[in-house]
Each structure stands twice: as structure tokens, then as C-alpha cells.
């Protein structure tokens, strides 16, 4: 299970200089490459972003809601980016194991982004508490959430769990949250929460050359 809540500052001193060093170039590497998840975007899109979070991560939350639902509004809307979440979850935590499989649940309900930016934004709660119904029952309707628990008591979602947790082991993923950002064959990792401000000066000059 990758380490949670990890500061790495030289991911965010690199991003800050790229105004005067532009992009930083790395080797491409297979295993860097966008893996399963759920994709918000379209697939011609130049840039990928193969982001790696657990919800029980308090700088997964913050990345979530203050950069990444942002972007999907400006970037991935525009059709210019295009982001693969991928949830890692800690296995020995049941809670975060349960919300993990009423994410992958929402995905089939066609819900992701309500559901994820629900039990983020209420994450000190339910991660105390342990019950994330009354969170969920905020934004599902009665029939989804009778939907939803039945997809997360049943053995329907495991593969999927399972696949994810998978692909975060072959691309040697070891802190949450971890982000490649893929252009062309240049794949970039960020580790930790990278402000929208940041993250789009970035963006921009990378899609300079698309």
C-alpha cells in the first residue's frame, strides 16, 4: 500500500520552475503508462493524467477537490486533457475498503464524480465515524442507493478493486497522491497535492507543443 500524505517538494519546485526551465523531460517508461481506471475525457486527448489516490488520504482530498475538479471544468472539458483516477486502497482498513467499492460501484451507476467529491468532502466524518451511507444518501437517489449496496455486497466489484490496486504495483506507485502526466512519450510523475495554478501552468506549456 503506498505511503499516504507523502511531501515530496521537489515535485512542486520543478513545477514552479517551469516558467523559466520549461518541462521536465523524463525517460518513457511502460510502466508509467495510463493504466485501468475511471476515465474523465476524451481519448484523443493530447495529455493523460494517470492519477493514483486513496480516500482515507487527506492530500488526495485536497488535490481532488481543489485542483483535479477544476481541471475536468477547463482542461478535460475542452478536450485538451484527459484524467484516469485510480483508487488505492489499504487493505487492512475496512473503511477505506468499503468507500473504495461504493466508488467503483457509483462508476456503474454513472455517479463517479458525485460520489468521489461527496466522500471527500466529508472525509474527517465518515473516516471517524465509519458510516458512509448518510453521505452517499446526500447525493444518490433511494433507487441508487439500493443499487449501490447491492453492486458492494456482492463479489461483482472485487476484479475491479483488485485490477486497480494492480496497476499501482506495476507502476511502482509509493505515495498517494501520485500523478504521470503523459505527453507524447514523455512521462512525468508529481507525488502530492499540486495546486490548479501550478498544475495548469504546467499544461499550458506542454500543450504548446501538441
Given amino acids: 500500500m503506498p505511503r499516504e500524505n507523502a511531501r515530496y517538494s521537489w515535485s512542486v519546485l520543478v513545477l514552479a520552475a517551469l516558467s523559466v526551465v520549461g518541462p521536465p523531460v523524463l525517460a518513457a517508461d511502460g510502466a508509467h503508462g495510463p493504466g485501468p481506471g475511471f476515465a474523465q475525457g476524451s481519448a484523443t486527448a493530447p495529455v493523460t493524467i494517470q492519477v493514483y489516490s486513496s480516500l482515507t488520504c ?7 477537490l481543489e485542483t483535479l475538479r477544476p481541471l475536468a471544468e477547463s482542461y478535460v472539458a475542452e478536450g485538451r486533457v484527459r ?6 486502497p489499504d487493505q487492512r ?10 466508488v467503483h460501484a457509483a462508476r456503474r451507476l454513472h455517479r463517479f464524480d458525485e460520489v468521489t467529491a461527496a466522500l471527500f468532502s ?18 444518490l437517489s433511494p433507487e441508487e442507493m439500493k ?11 472485487e476484479g475491479e478493486v483488485q485490477g486497480q490496486i494492480e496497476a499501482g504495483r506495476q507502476a ?9 502526466i503523459r505527453h507524447g512519450a514523455t512521462t512525468t510523475p508529481i507525488v502530492g497535492a499540486v495546486s490548479y495554478g501550478i498544475l495548469a501552468r504546467y499544461l499550458d506549456r506542454i500543450l504548446e507543443d501538441s
Fill in 58 to 64: 487527506p492530500s488526495c482530498a485536497k488535490l481532488h
Fill in 83 to 88: 484524467v484516469v483516477h485510480c483508487l488505492l
Fill in 93 to 102: 482498513d475496512p473503511v477505506g475498503l468499503h468507500a473504495t467499492r461504493c
Fill in 122 to 139: 466529508a472525509q474527517k466524518a465518515w473516516m471517524l465515524s465509519g458510516h458512509l451511507e448518510p453521505i452517499l444518501a446526500e447525493v
Fill in 147 to 157: 443499487r449501490l449496496v447491492d453492486l458492494v455486497e456482492s463479489d461483482e466489484l
Fill in 172 to 180: 511502482r506507485v509509493r505515495a498517494t497522491p501520485t500523478m504521470l
